[in-house]
């Protein structure tokens, strides 16, 4: 299996500047305000995110009809540039997934780009849904 099929590629543009969409990625509150797929919320007090080069993201996911139902993301920062790159990797039992987050100016609003894997073919459609479904509640916080 070669990595274009078990790599995750997406871009959205969102009608922000991009100094706004990255703060949603690196700002604990912005973060618990949307991050998740529709279902899961992320509670603030599971929020730590230190973002720089060795710096990391901790947040929980956890499902709205079943509370016990969690899935926690523990990521490392490898390569941080304010406002353009966040790069890390998130280790999880039985493995590692890299995760590239670039944030372009399209003249006001930003181009993001993600670049996540390797996955299973499954968990890469499921994750493909889940940044879709949480880029929706993204649009309504920058919205605000």
Known sequence: MNTSDTELVMSRVF????????RAFTDPDQ???????AGFSVPRDTV?????????????????????MVSPVNATFTEVIENELLVGKEE????????RLE????GGKTRLVVRQGPFTPEFLEMSREGWNSSFTKLDTLLAA
């Open 15 to 22: 009608d922000a500047p991009r100094e706004l969409v990255y």
């Open 31 to 37: 973060l618990a305000a949307w991050f998740g797929p």
């Open 48 to 68: 730590s995110i230190d973002a720089r080069v060795g710096g990391h993201q901790r947040f929980t996911m956890v499902s709205e009809t079943d509370p016990t």
């Open 92 to 99: 999880f039992v039985g493995g590692e997934i890299h995760m």
């Open 103 to 106: 944030f372009h100016d399209e």
